[in-house]
């Protein structure tokens, strides 16, 4: 069955960095893309980005653009998603997902979610 | 972006009673509307694809429906697991955008 196991919580000071990773199992990685999206206390969840781990090819929020990186690894199904210069608007739960397949393509696999808390 | 808006913010119903959540998309999505129910703690559930379509799993008493911009997303008898927060979310285009969500409570 399709899983998708996340790091766990972080705590960084605001101009700080975070990686967090997304490991997947049960398909085959380089198939579908993986979405990030997160979701501050209370509100919906937020678009963060896109990658295809076949080519590497990335779309990025552009309100996020100058400060995150998503990178993959095939040889561990990995994907990781990198934010620098964090800020206290930062904080939120980041899950990584997956569309449930092509009549689908929409987030139906979902990490378990990282929260990412900046604070000084 | 396409913003998409949900009302009511609170929807308060009785175990055993139908509830009826909408979402407006800002402009033309065409069937690419997804319904997300969200449990304190947990990541989104996907409920419905397509406008319409029940996701693997999903109890047909969760059915969605649409007319243009305007979608609705209907729990024909409220089930106790059923009280959450519910989301709609496009994705004809990106960025993929979601609504500020309802909460569906125990009246």
């Known amino acids: 069955q399709v899983q998708l196991v996340q790091s766990g919580a972080e705590v960084k000071k605001p101009g700080a960095s975070v990686t967090v990773s997304c490991k997947a199992s049960g398909y085959i990685f380089t198939a579908y893309g993986v979405t990030w999206l997160r979701q501050a206390p209370g509100q919906g969840p937020e678009w963060v980005g896109w990658i295809t781990p076949y080519s590497g090819d990335t779309e990025y929020a552009q309100k996020l653009q100058d400060r995150i990186t998503m990178t993959t690894d095939t040889s561990t199904n990995t994907v990781y998603m990198e934010l620098r210069n964090l800020r206290s608007d930062d904080t939120a739960v980041y899950y990584c997902?997956?569309?449930?397949?092509?009549?689908?393509?929409?987030?139906?696999?979902w990490g378990q979610g990282t929260l990412v808390t900046v604070s000084s | 972006e396409i913003v998409m808006t949900q009302s009511p913010a609170t929807l308060s119903v009785s175990p055993g009673e139908r509830a009826t959540l909408s979402c407006r998309a800002g402009?033309?999505?065409?069937?690419?509307l997804a319904w997300y129910q969200q449990k304190p703690g947990q990541a989104p559930r996907l409920l419905i694809y397509?406008?319409?379509t029940r996701a693997t799993g999903i109890p047909d008493r969760f059915s969605g429906s649409e007319s243009g911009t305007e979608f609705t997303l209907t729990i024909s008898s409220l089930q106790s697991e059923d009280f959450a927060v519910y989301y709609c979310q496009q994705y004809k285009n990106w960025p993929l955008t979601f609504g500020g969500g309802t909460k569906v409570e125990i009246k």
């Open positions: 402009q033309s999505v065409s069937s690419s």
């Open positions: 997902t997956r569309i449930m397949g092509q009549a689908a393509s929409t987030p139906g696999y």
């Open positions: 397509g406008a319409s």
